[in-house]
């Protein structure tokens, strides 16, 4: 039986004391993931009273299984379930929920799904090549000649914000409001949340659609051409998109558009400074480039944790599950599992044994994932490029946001 301060695993009954907000953990996860790897990847996670699973292709199977839907409340009631009712003081939030298409499943989610992924695929996003590098230039431009900076704020928060927001239409001054409501809004889905961070994101999901009903409005009279014009004037077998769903599907691009990307940017710096990499080596062509990128991923996963209900009693690893049960998909420990990936702990870019779950699988597969591994394509090398002799100037630390993976701050320097 393992025993740390925050770990607790007992391989018999599979019966495992998980406290994600203990910093020794949130810190470093890895060393605890190979651990329950090891001993027992599926297992009854006593804090959270369900099961979670960790290995590869149980994961990698749930997440392309039909019994289980990130959604169950189009099959049956809350009364059924035994679910509580939803608080009056998250029903902003709530509503902005109501429609995203995490919050939907099949048929709801592949009319909505359709309606958005053309935009989404890479021989499109692929366009937006000379628009980040300008951006990033542009930014890098602005503290090159410093010699240090808390890459962040300056950059890692910029980047995906921006382009984001222009693929669906919004301003690039709304870039700082963007962040906050963001921020405030993902503070929902954190352990261990309190009343603060519940009102602070439902004041967030006010805003944020009060504020994309403006923009809807002014897009119906003047469409432009824009991801948000596209939505309100595309149909899908008769249908036009609602004005809830139109809010929902917004915020969702938005909070989900950046916040993993910005975790990943700097964390995947750290993981490359860290580990002594040279940059030359990593960065030396696309292909090396792309692998640098998904070992990075696989390492370091910004989202670890996604949550599936059980749609049809079943049975997985051994483990009897029952109609409306709710079960926990550690992407993050899935990329580290010895029986997929060999030396799973260690940086090594040019391993080939295939896709890690990062991005994760079936129909709810990132629709990000193209956009989001070109920016990190094009900014990684491009920061070590620019910045010579890039190295840590503190120590950074991880953030207390489980179940989002991503540091504080990140202070850089390099010779100016
Ligand atoms: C490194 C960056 C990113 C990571 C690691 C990431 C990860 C993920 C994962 C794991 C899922 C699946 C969740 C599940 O199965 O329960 C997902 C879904 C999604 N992501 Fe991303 N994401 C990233 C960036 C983006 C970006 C840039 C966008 C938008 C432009 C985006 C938009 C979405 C949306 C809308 C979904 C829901 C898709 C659906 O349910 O059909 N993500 N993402």
Redesign the pocket.
């Given at each position: 039986m393992t025993d740390l301060s925050f770990l607790r695993i007992d391989p018999i009954s599979r019966h495992v004391s998980l406290d994600v907000r203990s910093p020794e953990f949130y810190q470093n996860p890895n060393p605890a993931y190979a651990a329950l790897l090891a001993q027992t990847p599926s297992f009854y996670w006593e804090q959270q009273e369900q099961w979670v699973f960790c290995g590869y292709d149980t994961v990698n199977g749930l997440?392309r299984d039909k019994r289980f839907g990130?959604q169950i409340l189009h099959i049956a009631s809350r009364e059924e379930l035994g679910m509580a009712e939803p608080s009056p003081h998250t029903r902003h939030f709530d509503a902005a929920e109501r429609y995203t298409?995490?919050s939907l499943e099949p048929p709801e989610?592949t009319r909505l799904?359709t309606l958005v992924n053309r935009a989404?695929v890479s021989r499109h996003v692929e366009k937006m090549t000379p628009e980040i590098m300008a951006l990033a230039n542009r930014l890098i431009d602005g503290f090159a000649a410093d010699g240090a900076v808390e890459l962040l704020s300056r950059f890692a928060e910029i980047v995906?914000v921006t382009m984001?927001a222009r693929m669906i239409g919004i301003p690039d001054e709304m870039g700082p409001q963007l962040l906050q409501w963001s921020h405030d809004y993902v503070g929902m889905y954190m352990y261990k949340r309190n009343r603060a961070d519940e009102e602070a994101a439902d004041r967030a999901a006010r805003e944020f659609a009060d504020y994309v009903r403006t923009i809807i409005a002014e897009r119906r009279i003047a469409p432009q051409d824009d991801l948000l014009s596209h939505m309100i004037h595309t149909e899908h077998k008769g249908q036009f998109l609602t004005e809830d769903e139109l809010i929902s599907t917004t915020i969702?691009?938005l909070n989900?558009?950046?916040e993993?990307?910005v975790h990943?940017i700097g964390t995947s710096v750290r993981l490359i400074l860290e580990n002594g990499l040279d940059p030359l080596v990593l960065f030396a062509s696309e292909e090396t480039t792309e692998r640098t990128v998904e070992e990075c991923?696989r390492l370091s996963?910004?989202?670890h944790i996604?949550q599936r209900y059980c749609l049809e009693a079943c049975e997985v690893d051994g483990v009897a599950l029952k109609f409306g049960d709710t079960i926990n998909l550690v992407?993050a420990a899935a990329n580290l599992d010895p029986a997929k990936f060999q030396d799973p702990l260690r940086f090594k870019p040019e391993r080939n044994e295939g896709a890690n779950l990062?991005?994760?699988a079936?129909?709810?597969?990132?629709?990000?994932?193209p956009?989001?591994r070109l920016e990190?394509n094009l900014v990684l090398p491009l920061l070590f490029q620019r910045l010579p002799g890039l190295k840590l100037a503190a120590s950074p630390k991880v953030k207390d946001i489980y179940h989002f993976h991503g540091l504080e701050r990140l202070d850089l320097q390099w010779q100016a």
């Open positions: 997440l990130r298409l995490l989610h799904r989404f995906p984001i969702v691009l989900a558009g950046h993993a990307t990943q991923l996963a910004p989202v996604f992407l990062s991005f994760g079936g129909i709810h597969f990132c629709i990000g994932a956009l989001a990190l």
